[in-house]
């Protein structure tokens, strides 16, 4: 071979290595994608709403009377018995003490009505004589008239006075009563503070079985009558309450079923939708929007043994059921993008992404009922970028 051979056969050479690293360089590289595969499986729409625990049945105990509240004989948390644990005491307000000038008038009050009562005595005294004095009367008269002595004129006269002595014998005995009365009330205005602590306190008993909640102040103060001492509920008696926006409470049905989670256990518990308010409340979010607000009440349906540890005012989540089925076609809601007035997934059809159109129906938060377009075991592009058409080599990014 002559060195011009040797010369152009180099060139050639050369020349599809070139063309060959051409090739390779400008060649479209396989697209990097999340693939995820259409099941068929049990699927549920929900309401998420943040609530809040509370006793269904929560019990005042409320001052009887004005006076000062003793320390509180019991501590929150502790366990108290209808009618048999004493929960609270109230001491009655004392008298005031009395300065010289004020207990000299008193003084002289008692004495003015020790006298009135005397004279009440008295006068009943001298109704008591009257009387008999005309009874005596009436019997001689009517005796008398019996004879053929007296005239019935007479008689008449004796039993009129008759009656009026003895209306006159009752008003002084109720004469008598009052002035009793007066005399009381005097001699009560000089009773003075005994000092004699708790003894005359008032004793309220737990109205219900329960657990003590809150105690208003555990030390010792002034209270008035209907002035709250403390709360009792039973903590194996709790319902939960959620605030659901208007628009999602709308269809809602009592008995409808509820998922209780991030309540601080495992598994998540399993309530039941009992009462929902017939009228919504506007309510500022936390990020300043007004939005509708119905108020939502469960009951916990789960044993009682699965969430011994909520107690009243604690925090959970919810997710109300409003669709559920238990064989459904879906596919995850992160492949699916609108193409015009359609919606579309990239399917993979042994690695090229093939754009196809779904009919959809319900969804969640994680996946979407699949009506048409699709089957079970599909192979689908999670989050599609806009790398991605139909078309387009792709590559699982896991196998990377």
Request: avoid cysteine; hydrophobic fraction near 45%; aromatic fraction near 4%.
């Amino acid at each position: 071979m002559t060195s011009r051979s040797r010369k152009s056969l180099l060139f050639l050479i050369v020349t599809a290595l070139v063309g060959a690293l051409a090739i390779i360089a400008f060649r479209p590289h396989p697209v990097a994608v999340d693939l995820t595969t259409v099941t068929r499986g049990p699927m549920e729409v929900t309401i998420n709403a943040d609530g809040k625990t509370r006793i269904r049945h929560l019990f005042e105990v409320s001052a009887p009377i004005s006076g000062t509240a003793l320390r509180s004989p019991v501590a929150e948390g502790d366990t108290v018995v209808a009618g048999d644990t004493v929960v609270a005491m109230v001491k009655p307000v004392a008298p005031s003490l009395l300065d010289a000038r004020t207990k000299v008038q008193l003084e002289a009050a008692v004495r003015e009505a020790e006298a009135a009562a005397r004279l009440a005595e008295a006068q009943r005294r001298q109704a008591d004589e009257e009387l008999a004095y005309a009874q005596r009367e009436f019997d001689r008269t009517q005796e008398l008239v019996e004879r053929g002595v007296s005239s019935l004129t007479a008689l008449e006269n004796a039993q009129q006075v008759l009656k009026l002595r003895r209306a006159a014998l009752e008003a002084t005995a109720s004469n008598v009563d009052m002035a009793g009365s007066s005399l009381a009330r005097a001699q009560a205005a000089l009773i003075e503070p005994t000092g004699n602590g708790a003894a005359d306190a008032v004793e309220i008993p737990a109205t219900t079985t329960g657990t003590v909640l809150s105690v208003t102040q555990v030390s010792e103060h002034a209270v008035a009558v209907g002035t709250p001492l403390l709360s009792i509920g039973d903590l194996g008696d709790l319902e939960i309450e959620a605030e659901l926006l208007s628009s999602d409470s709308v269809g809602l049905n009592v008995g409808a079923r509820a998922h209780v989670e991030r309540w601080g256990g495992q598994p998540p518990l399993e309530a039941v939708l009992t009462r929902l308010a017939p009228r919504a409340d506007t309510k500022v979010s936390s990020l300043g929007i007004e939005e509708q607000r119905v108020s939502a009440v469960f009951d916990i349906t789960s044993p009682r043994q699965t969430w011994g540890g909520l107690g009243h005012q604690y925090a959970v989540f919810l997710r109300v059921v409003t669709w559920e089925s238990d064989d459904v076609l879906q596919a995850p809601l992160s492949a699916l993008f609108r193409d015009g007035a359609a919606w579309a997934v990239f399917v993979d059809d042994n690695g090229t992404a093939r754009l196809t159109h779904v009919e959809t129906g319900h969804r969640n938060d994680d996946v979407v009922e699949v009506k048409s377009g699709l089957e079970a075991g599909a192979v689908v592009i999670a989050h599609p970028s806009d790398a991605v058409d139909d078309g387009v080599a792709i590559i699982d990014r896991n196998s990377l």
